[in-house]
C-alpha cells in the first residue's frame, strides 16, 4: 500500500483560506487517483476532490465547488487542497486518499472505492 502524509490544517476564521498537502510515496503521480475526504464529528466520510494527473481531470463535491481547487505537483508527488472563502460546516477531519487508476474505468471520490489512506489532518473554521 501506498503511503500518504497530509499537512497543512489549522484553525482560520469563517471566508478565510488554507491550502492542504498529501505527499505520497510513490515516484510519479500519473498511475494514481488522488482524492480529498472529510469527516465531521458524528457524521460518515465525505468526498471532497480529486484528480487524475495524468488525465488534469478533476471532481468537485458540490459543497465545495468553486472554493476548492486541487492540483498536483509530480515533481515532489505532492496533491495540494486550495480552500477559500472557508464557512464553518468545513470543519472536519481532511484525508486524502489514493487508487491505482487501472483498477477502476471512471474517477470517482466515493470513500469506499479508495485503498490507501492518510492519517488526516483537521481543519477548524470558526470566529
Known amino acids: 500500500q501506498l503511503q500518504l502524509v497530509e499537512s497543512g490544517g489549522g484553525l482560520v476564521q469563517p471566508g478565510g483560506s488554507l491550502r492542504l498537502s498529501c505527499t505520497v510515496s510513490v515516484f510519479t503521480l500519473d498511475y494514481y487517483a488522488i482524492g480529498w475526504f472529510r469527516q465531521a464529528p458524528g457524521k460518515e466520510r465525505e468526498g471532497v476532490s480529486c484528480?487524475?494527473?495524468?488525465?488534469?481531470?478533476?471532481i468537485y463535491a458540490d459543497s465545495v465547488k468553486g472554493r476548492f481547487t486541487i492540483s498536483a505537483v509530480n515533481a515532489n508527488s505532492t496533491v495540494y487542497l486550495q480552500m477559500n472563502s472557508l464557512k464553518p460546516e468545513d470543519t472536519a477531519v481532511y484525508f486524502c486518499?489514493?487508487?491505482?487508476?487501472?483498477?477502476?474505468?471512471?474517477?470517482?471520490?466515493?470513500?469506499?472505492?479508495?485503498?490507501?489512506w492518510g492519517q488526516g489532518t483537521q481543519v477548524t473554521v470558526s470566529s
Open positions: 484528480i487524475s494527473s495524468s488525465t488534469g481531470m478533476t
Open positions: 486518499a489514493a487508487f491505482a487508476l487501472h483498477t477502476k474505468v471512471y474517477l470517482t471520490i466515493s470513500p469506499d472505492d479508495y485503498d490507501s
